[in-house]
């Protein structure tokens, strides 16, 4: 709009009657051409919100699919309606099928282990009722297809229908398969749950926002380190929460041997951490995760006013301060790895050991980058090096402050609705573990009170 102002300036100033008429007409063009962009993609407007469920079942020659997905995001797909606004029911079969074959079937992508792409053929399809739950359920979900399809239903209008699909896949019961899920651009945000159930019966659940890359249908160890290094790499250095304290760790530090040792600390810290949440030890209510992240900014606060206010002739004694806090850390960790353990399959201990590999991976280029960085300003500003040092970790506490003011109300929120806990078996169980879980942790810390001057790193 700014050029388009400089040039009608511009032209108004060469020849303005001329400008006045064709601008007019340039006007009236743009404004036709606009309507004719934004009328079709009104009609067919993406879902705010899509939340896609599918169940799995391998048996000895078929992999057999039901995808549950809203009608709404069958996009350029002609949906009868009566005249009310309603579906009509009675040509929908059709519109239905043309749906799963065009946007469902495409998006159950499956390579074997010669890589060759194959799809699922789409067997039946139908509409669901809002509040039809037979999707949350496997034997729900097949007495729902082996039933007639709906004949009638009220007031049922497309944006708040299901489609209903299943699919079948010929493929040997021991040949070993990934499929590339490809359903994000059914909404802004698309939600999709799997539910693979196991010809021994057992079962597990995987859910994930977009598109999440290839997944195994039977993860092995190797796919597990595969996936979860990648990650725990990219949850370091996007968290800048963990950034600006491991910063802070390192401008507290000028010398090699204790920044090792700090360093160190702060890693044993969350491995314990990482692996008690991830192993279901902790608390499980929703005021855990703001009360994790909010003590997590309360320790980037904190020790930016040790950088502010300690004497730098006295000895740092970084390393309890590290262990601490890499205690929270590492529950802010775990959070974020959530529910993807799933990914792995079985495999949850190969995982948790990739995610802390990752996470060092990227713990690791961050000190190797930030050690000479801060090193060469502190030099470069002298005598002035201890202001340097002051005002970086004045930055460090500001932008803490903030994000301590934020989280705290979003606890705040949260305590509000959360209920006392009921004090049975396993209530005390989960007490009795989080109790290991410290007993852990100060043995720990007294391994590292020992062996860490012993090293010559402290």
Known sequence: MLYLDA????????????????????????AALLALLVTPASAHEIP????????????????????????EAMRDVTIPERADGTVDLGRLRPALHESATLWIAPGLGFRGPAGARREPRVVDARVAVPTDRSADDLDAVIRHFAAPPLDSAPGLRVHSAWLDVALVLAVPLDERLTVEPTFAHLGLRTTTQWRFHEPDGTSRTLTYDGDPGPIPLRPRAWDAL??????????ILGGLDHLLFLLLLVLGERRWRPLLGTVTAFTVAHALTIGATALGVVPTGAWFSPLVETTIAASVLWLALVRILR?????????????????VHGFGFAIALGDRLAFAGAHRVSALAAFNVGIEVGQLVVVLIAVPVLHWMLRRAGERARLLTIVLAALAADVAWHWLLARGETLQSALAVATLPTWDAVALLGLLRGLLVAVVALALALLLRHFLPRLRLT
């Open 7 to 30: 040039m009608t300036h511009q032209r108004r100033a060469v020849a303005p009657d001329r400008w006045s008429w064709a601008g007019r007409r340039r006007v009236r063009r743009c």
């Open 48 to 71: 705010a919100r899509a939340v896609v469920t599918i169940h799995v079942v391998r048996t000895a020659d078929t992999l057999r699919l039901w995808v549950r997905a809203p009608l």
């Open 311 to 327: 004497d730098p002739a006295r000895p740092a004694h970084g390393w309890p301060l590290a262990f601490t806090f890499g205690l």
């Open 226 to 235: 595969r996936r979860f290094v990648p990650d725990g790499v990219r949850h």
